[in-house]
């Protein structure tokens, strides 16, 4: 059985169905089909969750002066379980929300529900790349590094940044005690490897998955992707029993 999951702005979802579809425009006249895909859009369907409000914002919230908001993301699918195989991945950017709907039921077993549809401007399926022409972010293969031969290919295991965002996805936010943030971790060539980040903070600690981070460092954390996006809370400097 194949399984999947949404990752997009901090907030991971497993989902119940997708579907993603491309097609081209026919020229009934001539037989002849568009030189453009069109389609793209991903419509995607998960459980509801208490934190779907970050999601929901997304779609009805932007920032002064802008359209929309545009963010990345991924879908990936895995096989048997979320421990397995991981088979391919859709990864998409400058992608806006598009569509929202919440459904409940109280006949049956169908779980409440949230159906979504992400337009994105720059998609990933399978090893083929699409970007419409609104992109903001897109970079030539040929514009992002110079040739360099297999000899000399980079394969090191690297820590590109990592760095703290608030729960709406803001860099380096003013927090207090109480808040939960995020901690991006940007890396590469490290997936299954262990990366140790030191919050160092002399007014305040942090508690990962309810344990009090000693010495304000989050240790031998696993990198699954190059991405990571680690929620932490914000609390009161403590002192650790021996």
Not at 68 to 74: A, P, Q, V
Not at 89 to 95: G, I, M, Q, T, V
Not at 162 to 175: G, Q
Not at 201 to 216: A, Q, R, S, V
Request: with cysteine; net charge negative.
């Amino acid at each position: 059985m194949i399984k999947a999951k949404l990752f997009v702005l901090g907030t991971v979802r497993e989902l119940l169905w997708t579907d993603l579809e491309y097609n081209r425009f026919l020229n009934h006249k001539t037989g002849r089909c568009g030189e453009i895909p069109l389609g793209g859009l991903i419509t995607l369907v998960f459980a509801s969750g208490y934190d779907d409000d970050r999601l929901l914002r997304w779609m009805t919230h932007s920032r002064k002066g802008e359209l929309c908001s545009l963010t990345e993301g991924e879908i990936v699918f895995y096989l048997g379980n979320f421990d397995g195989i991981v088979l391919f991945k859709y990864r998409f950017n400058d992608a806006a929300l598009i569509y929202w709907k919440e459904k409940f039921t109280a006949v049956g077993e169908e779980p409440m529900t949230v159906t979504v549809t992400i337009s994105a401007a720059i998609q990933e399926v399978k090893g083929v790349t699409l970007v419409k022409p609104w992109q903001e972010s897109w970079i030539s293969p040929s514009e992002q590094m110079p040739y360099q031969s297999e000899e000399t290919e980079d394969n090191e295991p690297k820590v590109i940044d990592y760095y703290i965002t608030d729960l709406e996805n803001n860099k380096n936010p003013e927090y207090k005690v109480g808040d939960q943030i995020y901690v991006v971790a940007k890396t590469k060539n490290m997936i299954g490897k262990e990366l140790t980040m030191n919050l160092a903070n002399k007014t305040k600690d942090f508690k990962y998955k309810g344990k009090l981070l000693p010495n304000d460092k989050l240790e031998n954390y696993p990198i699954g992707s190059n991405t990571e996006r680690i929620k932490l809370e914000i609390v009161g400097q403590q002192k650790l029993s021996n």
